[in-house]
């Protein structure tokens, strides 16, 4: 009797600690996500799984081109009228240990990341917490405590969520971008590293800005950046757990997350990531005495956050398009708002996407060292993204040579399998480093396992 009770006492602790790990990186978050999940048959998602002879053609482009940039390795996910129509990995995840690129791995999508953010915006907008043209400085601004955020310029007091959205707050990167310039910040503020997102607001809101807000767009990483902070403080929670819980999870997907910046701290299924062969080391973002690669721990990817942090699968990431779609009722926003996404003023950007060709085809892209993204939702129904663990010598040029050869690929597929009746959910991550985190343990490296045992075992 007694072995019979603490067996069932000991399944009781191992199922709360199961649950209290499940889903995301993030712990002790009061917010719930406001929907569950429906159980999906089980299915081993590997290369093998849309290994067509269809497909040869258009596999052989693909692979031809990361060979030609030097890629190591790359994901690819189609979607066809919103259902998964492809999704196969080329090359190398981890070259050094063999380990082929699956389209299970996850892999830094730079500023893609600002979609992500623009959906959370919207989400907030619909359900009452934000406006669009709530002012974000001063007196009557979201963030309004002085102490954190003085600023010298008045006009910073007209900035709007709008505004930061489409880039049209008043900052532009002439002078360089306030997110990769950690030691000059550090510098002239007086402070050490690694530098923390209200260090680099305030170091922004210490000058001048460089042009009156809403007369024009400029590219800026910092709009996004203090986004971050708008979203944290209307819900009361992290960036990262209110867009894992109200835009991730409530659809299925559970494999995004901020991600780490060196390379023994990436997540379980993360891809390594790998630079022009002479690419330079540079000094560790935190101030440790050593030199790394930007890739490895050189940029500081985590502080990126919502202008350019997020790991996430090809597949997760092509679903999440079709539930931005504004033809497509049933995703994460309203059709009207996902339309707002990709709307934009004469002079501006959109408030989400990169821009929006003529023909109404929306474009994301995102790189950084270490990686290069494209994502693009097509006006003839189809969507692709396209993902490397790799960032070749063109840099910010490569996506458009992605589109270029993607274009060519696919009108050598003359017909698209229904694999799944409707895109299958990803698999929920749980690792030894969240059991320490519930505990507030020391964090140790992150340890991969092989995804078929996982997804045999849990689908959602």
């Known amino acids: 009797m007694i072995k019979k009770t603490a067996i069932f006492i000991s399944f009781l602790l191992l199922f709360s600690l199961f649950d209290l790990t499940f889903g995301y990186s993030l712990r002790n978050e009061e917010e719930k996500p406001d929907e569950s999940i429906p159980t999906f048959p089980i299915t081993d998602l590997s290369n093998d799984l849309f290994d067509f002879e269809k497909f040869s053609s258009f596999e052989q482009t693909v692979t031809r081109f990361i060979s030609h940039w030097g890629v190591t390795g790359a994901s690819v996910a189609i979607a066809k009228d919103g259902k998964l129509v492809y999704a196969k990995g080329f090359g190398y995840a981890n070259r050094e240990e063999q380990e082929l690129m699956q389209p299970y791995h996850l892999m830094r999508v730079a500023s893609v990341s600002k979609l992500i953010t623009a959906s959370a915006v919207m989400k907030l907008v619909e359900t009452g917490r934000l406006r669009l043209d709530s002012k974000v400085f001063g007196v009557e601004g979201i963030l309004n405590d002085k102490s954190q955020y003085g600023y010298i310029d008045s006009r910073v007091e007209q900035i709007t969520v709008k505004q930061l959205l489409n880039h049209s707050g008043g900052w532009t990167s002439r ?20 530098l923390k997102k209200i260090d680099i607001i305030q170091f922004a809101l ?122 497509r009722e049933g995703g994460i926003i309203s059709t009207e708002s996902a339309a707002l996404l990709a709307h934009s003023e004469p002079g501006m950007h959109p408030l989400g996407w990169r821009w929006v060709s003529i023909d109404g085809t929306r474009w994301r892209t995102g790189s950084f060292a270490g990686s290069s993204a494209l994502a693009i939702s097509r006006s003839d129904g189809f969507s692709y993204v396209f993902i490397t663990n790799t960032s070749p010598w063109v840099g910010s040029r490569f996506p458009y040579e992605v589109n270029r050869m993607m274009a060519r690929a696919l009108d050598r597929v003359d017909e698209w399998p229904q694999v799944f009746p409707i895109s299958p959910y990803s698999p929920k991550l749980v690792t030894s480093v969240e059991l320490q985190d519930t505990f507030q343990k020391p964090t140790r490296p992150w340890e991969c396992w092989g995804f078929t045992k996982l997804i045999n075992s849990r689908i959602y």
């Open 175 to 194: 002078w360089g971008d306030h997110l990769f310039m950690a030691e000059s910040i550090a510098r002239q503020q007086g402070i050490e590293l690694p």
């Open 206 to 327: 210490a000058k001048r800005l460089h042009f009156t807000p809403g007369t024009h767009s400029s590219y800026s990483n910092l709009g996004y950046l203090i986004l971050e902070s708008v979203i944290e403080d209307v819900s009361g929670i992290s960036y990262e757990a209110y867009v894992t819980q109200n835009i991730f999870n409530p659809n299925g997907i559970y494999d995004a997350f901020i991600a780490h910046n060196y390379d023994s701290l990436r997540y379980p299924l993360e891809a390594r990531y790998y630079e022009v062969p002479e690419a330079l080391q540079v000094p560790a973002f935190d101030g440790e005495a050593k030199m790394v690669l930007k890739s490895r721990g050189g940029n500081d990817v985590r502080t990126l956050g919502a202008a350019g942090g997020w790991v996430i699968s090809s597949v997760s990431l092509i679903k999440f398009l079709g539930l931005i779609d504004p033809e």
